[in-house]
């Protein structure tokens, strides 16, 4: 994406926006601390020799966020060198360190994709005893080994045995429900995105923080800032999005289902003071870095008005996710099918952390692929759900699929049974790591909700534990035509 230099003073205006917006609803933000993780990449180069570096990664190294002025309301627990060491571990270890050192002074925790802040809970339960072994002797682990983080560690890390032993005891017995509020009392809210892709992680999150209110503050992209919400103490369901008419010139498509079938002429542009209260619009941008009528690929809401300024709620990232034939699931539809299927997993104490799919099409007929990574709440008397139980999610699935799909399955046999393969916990994780390896970005990471490419399809399927079919075909009749 093309960017320029003035494009950090419009970013940096946004974010100097959302800390006033919160105060107003969550007091004494000012008395404590901010554990966020954040995370910048190593840049490369691109064919013509300018570089190229995630944008997150563009603000963090920036003179804006390197020499910003103290902010009582914007204090981080991580040291800056922290955040810009670009070795991920040393990175992420040094934050998390901090973030235990000064536990009772952190009051939001956050990172900027709620997938981010599991990444980092992930990574405490498979290090508390190195943190407990640090904070004991009051020595950084070798494992870091960047000069600056160690310098910025060393002026916070003294010997502390009773936090160490607060440590060992939270993390000892391998209960994790509630950790964040366990470690971090004083915690009021998590600072993550979970509108979009991220809206399947709020049950884990909520696992883990025991049910402390999620903020989605603002929606931005690589290619341009757009808004940010009015309301950040909402439900996540009720998020909506003011854009900020300052950072970009919008236009909106409308998105009209029966339009587009009936191959009439292209719908015409509308401004962003012209959307109307309850249409669906595509975004497209004009920015100030060169893009022009650019299509973003979401899909937006009109819920209301801010004075004169309209409000979105984020629908969807447009495209088709999976086919097999003239069947067409997108990212919402996959993930209302997951939720539904979940509800069958409560009782058992357990809930999907991380999915994905693929459009098995080798054999015929081809049948989606769901794989999903469970957690089960054994702590708190859950159990892993049997294969009755997994197949009855299976079948739950196909019954929330569209109209389209159902008949392929129940009157044509076009598509066959979908399948879900369940993969070992960390599975997600590692594909995390895959794509970072690859030069994904670690704060804008999302997890896939479709793979096509074969080495991650290699890995899932690498990984799969157990496989189960949907036992019958969905319900379908002409009559119910929806
Ligand atoms: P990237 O350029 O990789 O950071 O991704 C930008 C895309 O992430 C946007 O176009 C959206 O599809 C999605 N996104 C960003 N912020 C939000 C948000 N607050 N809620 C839902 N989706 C978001």
Same mark, same amino acid.
């Given at each position: 994406m093309p960017t320029i230099q003035e494009e950090l003073d419009r970013r940096q205006l946004l974010y100097s926006l959302l800390m006033p917006v919160m105060n107003l609803y969550v007091a004494g933000l000012d008395k404590g601390k901010g554990l966020y993780f954040l995370f910048v990449k190593s840049e490369s180069k691109t064919p013509g020799g300018l570089p190229a570096r995630p944008v997150l990664t563009s603000y963090y190294k920036s003179h804006h966020f390197r020499a910003r002025p103290f902010d009582p309301y914007n204090v981080y627990t991580s040291p800056t060198a922290a955040i810009l060491c670009a070795d991920a571990f040393q990175s992420m270890y040094s934050q998390m360190l901090c973030g235990l050192l000064d536990r009772l002074a952190v009051l939001r925790v956050g990172a900027v994709f709620a997938s981010g802040l599991l990444r980092a809970i992930r990574f405490l339960q498979l290090h508390w005893q190195e943190f407990a072994r640090d904070i004991a002797t009051g020595t950084l682990s070798s494992m870091v080994t960047d000069a600056a983080v160690r310098d910025a560690v060393a002026e916070v890390l003294k010997p502390d045995p009773g936090l160490a032993e607060f440590i060992v005891s939270e993390c000892a017995a391998g209960d994790w429900a509630g950790v964040v509020t366990r470690i971090w009392p004083n915690t009021k809210y998590l600072d993550v995105i979970v509108t979009g892709a991220m809206a399947q992680y709020i049950p884990t999150l909520e696992y883990y923080s025991g049910g402390l209110p999620m903020t989605c503050t603002m929606y931005a992209s690589s290619e341009c800032y757009f808004g940010l919400n009015l309301r950040p103490m909402c439900k996540p369901r009720e998020v909506s999005y003011t854009i900020m008419p300052n950072m970009a010139y919008f236009e909106f498509l409308p998105v009209d289902p029966a339009a587009a079938a009936a191959s009439g002429p292209p719908p015409q542009l509308v401004d962003l003071a012209d959307v109307e209260v309850g249409q669906e619009y595509e975004l497209v941008i004009t920015t100030y870095a060169g893009l022009c009528r650019y299509r973003v690929g979401d899909i937006l809401h009109v819920t209301g008005f801010h004075n004169a300024a309209p409000q979105f709620r984020f629908v969807r990232r447009k495209?088709? !996710? !999976?086919?097999?034939?003239s069947d067409k699931t997108d990212e919402a539809e996959l993930q209302r099918a997951v939720e539904r299927a979940t509800e069958l997993l409560k009782p058992w104490g357990a809930t999907v952390v991380e999915y994905t799919s693929q459009a098995e099409t080798r054999a015929i007929p081809g049948h989606y692929v769901i794989y999903w990574e469970l957690l089960v709440k054994e702590g708190e008397g859950g159990r892993w759900p049997g294969k009755e139980v997994l197949q009855a999610c299976c079948l739950e699935m196909e019954e929330a699929m569209n109209t389209v799909y159902r008949q392929s399955r129940a009157a044509d046999g076009s598509i066959g049974p979908l399948e879900i393969r369940v993969v070992r916990g960390g599975t997600f994780e590692e594909l995390m790591d895959y794509a970072i390896a690859r030069g994904a970005s670690i704060n804008q990471y999302k997890a896939p909700r479709c793979v096509t490419f074969p080495p991650i399809i290699e890995l899932l399927d690498s990984r799969v534990v157990e496989a189960h079919f949907s036992p019958a075909t969905p319900e379908w009749s002409p009559r119910r035509n929806y």
């Open positions: 495209n088709v !996710l !999976l086919s097999i034939e």
